[in-house]
């Protein structure tokens, strides 16, 4: 499964994953799960609290190391794979409160590996920067303290900052858990428009973004329960979540959920 068919294109495998399992000592976070994410995809993972969404994210990124199974990303092990993923971590894990501008935060993306004493920006960082501001929409925040801005307003600086080693992989966890419904669409908005150039992977609860965004769709409960097109019928949700549909579908789009047989 996780073979590339080309080194590059759409068709270039950026995620390979093969009979993933990891335990936390003797408890169980991921069940043999397997997974292929292609160039250009743009792929909703959603699951349960506790479903193991996170200890996913954290072996792709190299942070968890797997129990069983294999991990490739563009073809390499996740350590080796540097500054090809750009991640934006769930707001709630950061210091909002740290002495640092909008304009700073996103320049300390800029920095590489090695670092000397009196390193300086080049006027091509900069002038970067600059430009990704504009893209994420907050250009005239550049100079406010991170510590001011609102919830929709920093979780733009976050992808802005990951946007700022210039990845080909860009990796979400609940970008959006913290915004209201405008910053809500908004940020939606703007990863609709990065797909366009980058693959990425969005960890959520949101179901409306399932609905209305993403390309393809991965449901884990532990073990993989669904991978596929965006689209999901009452057993899979039932089978991630173990509660009756309508819990789940109320106020979504059809698209995430399939009318029931002889719904009228």
Do not use: W
Request: charged share 20%; glycine share 10%; aromatic share 6%.
């Amino acid at each position: 499964m996780c073979q590339s068919t080309e080194a590059s294109g759409e068709g270039r495998k950026v995620i390979c994953i093969e009979d993933l399992s990891v335990y936390y000592d003797e408890t169980l976070a991921l069940n043999n799960v397997s997974l292929s994410v292609g160039a250009g995809d743009y792929i909703g993972v959603i699951g349960p609290n506790g479903g193991g969404k996170t200890t996913l994210v954290k072996s792709i990124l190299g942070l968890v190391q797997p129990t069983s199974g294999t991990i490739e990303i563009f073809g390499k092990s996740p350590g080796e794979v540097g500054r090809l993923i750009g991640y934006v971590p769930q707001v709630t894990n950061l210091d909002k409160k740290f002495p640092i501008t909008v304009y700073e935060a996103l320049l300390t993306g800029r920095l590489k590996s090695k670092l000397s004493m009196f390193q300086k920006y080049r006027t091509v960082d900069i002038e970067k920067v600059d430009l990704i501001l504009e893209q994420v929409g907050i250009l005239k925040l550049k100079n406010r303290m991170i510590s001011e801005l609102s919830g929709g307003e920093f979780q733009k600086m976050l992808i802005g900052r990951a946007l700022a080693i210039e990845p080909e992989l860009l990796i979400l966890d609940e970008p959006t858990a913290s915004v209201d419904a405008h910053s809500r669409d908004n940020i939606f908005n703007l990863l609709y428009e990065l797909n366009k150039k980058i693959t990425i992977v969005l960890v959520t609860h949101d179901l409306l973004a399932v609905s209305t965004y993403v390309k393809s769709l991965a449901c884990i409960n532990e073990s993989l329960v669904y991978h596929g097109d965006a689209e999901i019928n009452e057993n899979i949700v039932n089978s991630l979540y173990g509660c009756p549909i309508e819990l789940i579908a109320h106020g979504v789009p059809h698209r995430v959920l399939k009318s029931h047989t002889g719904e009228k």
